[in-house]
């Protein structure tokens, strides 16, 4: 695997926020700050033959998987930050709320069925891991015993509403859960964008 000190992450970020505050980025992007100890330290479990989804939020995934910084800038420049996907490196991520999670269930499915050793490591927000389809594909994951782990990132986030008020709860309803991962972190930019230029 491609290792990153926690900053060389962050100043890859940084400089895709100041791409995207000067008008260089004519599309959507979400960005990562403050979790760059819990990627770093996750990504030491996870293989160049195993698999990777994410959500619109991709960036340090991508880098982490093993994607060339050139590369992946590129794209981004291009307007393809929210559907990073790279076949060559085992990494996909999607611009639709849960839409990797099911694609990232039947790999896993695959992956078994074919009694092979690589793992599946699909990552969602705090707000997905209230959904429906994480629900059904946790539920099926661990009474399959697939080869996956769900990693749910927490920012407290959800858009514009955060996830506690929205379901009136304390906390995530999955952390400590079989096959789940879960961390909380706080981060400096916004839901979207980088917090100086309105995107649409």
């Not at 991962?181 to 930019?189: D, F």
């Amino acid at each position: 695997m491609t290792r990153y000190t926690k900053q060389e992450l962050k100043d890859f970020e940084t400089d895709i926020a100041n791409c995207f505050n000067n008008g260089q980025i004519r599309a959507p992007v979400h960005l990562y700050d403050g979790n760059e100890e819990y990627l770093i330290k996750i990504f030491e479990d996870i293989n160049d033959d195993d698999w990777v989804f994410c959500t619109w939020r991709s960036h340090y995934q991508c880098l982490l998987k093993g994607v060339p910084a050139k590369t992946l800038k590129e794209d981004i420049l291009n307007g393809k930050s929210i559907t990073l996907c790279y076949p060559k490196h085992r990494i996909y991520s999607s611009a639709i709320v849960t839409g990797s999670i099911p694609i990232a269930t039947g790999v896993a499915l695959d992956i078994k069925r074919k009694a092979q050793t690589n793992q599946v490591w699909c990552f969602l927000g705090d707000m997905a891991a209230e959904t429906g389809c994480f629900y059904e594909n946790h539920k099926y994951a661990v009474n399959m015993d697939l080869p996956i782990n769900f990693i749910i990132e927490d920012n407290s986030k959800s858009v514009c509403t955060p996830t506690k008020e929205v379901w009136n709860s304390d906390g995530c309803s999955f952390k400590g859960e079989q096959k789940v991962l879960y961390y909380s972190y706080n981060t400096k930019y916004p839901h979207a964008g980088a917090g100086k230029r309105i995107q649409f």
